[in-house]
């Protein structure tokens, strides 16, 4: 069984950086598909940025040039590199892995972005 634990998160100002990590534990393959989510307080959760085993990659309109999604497969992790954050990106950053069409997530790692 797959379970995954995020670290890296933090306060930040805004203008500032994070990276943000992911590792798997259990079976991760190429064919699974690795991604970040976020849920901003009072939102919904949604997609940030998503990656394929061969180093595919697609954004959310709002993160792209600020954002960088990268994969280590033989670690089994996943990262996010966040550049020139602002304040409406303060949310819960949940690492996701789809397998065969079954999301597992992680336990959430808190980012705030804030003077």
């Known amino acids: 069984q797959v379970q995954l634990v995020e670290s890296g998160g933090g306060l930040v100002q805004p203008g500032g950086s994070l990276r943000l990590s992911c590792a798997a534990s259990g079976s991760i393959f190429t064919s699974d598909i690795m991604g970040w989510y976020r849920q901003p307080p009072g939102k919904q959760r949604e997609l940030v940025a998503v990656?394929?085993?061969?180093?595919?990659?697609n954004y959310a309109d709002s993160v792209k040039g600020r954002f960088t999604i990268s994969r280590d497969n033989a670690k089994k992790s996943v990262y996010l590199q966040m550049n020139t954050l602002k304040p409406e990106d303060t949310a819960v950053y949940y690492c996701?892995?789809?397998?065969?069409?079954?999301?597992?997530w992680g336990q959430g790692t808190q980012v705030t972005v804030s003077s």
């Open positions: 990656i394929t085993g061969g180093g595919a990659t």
């Open positions: 996701k892995v789809a397998k065969n069409g079954v999301g597992v």
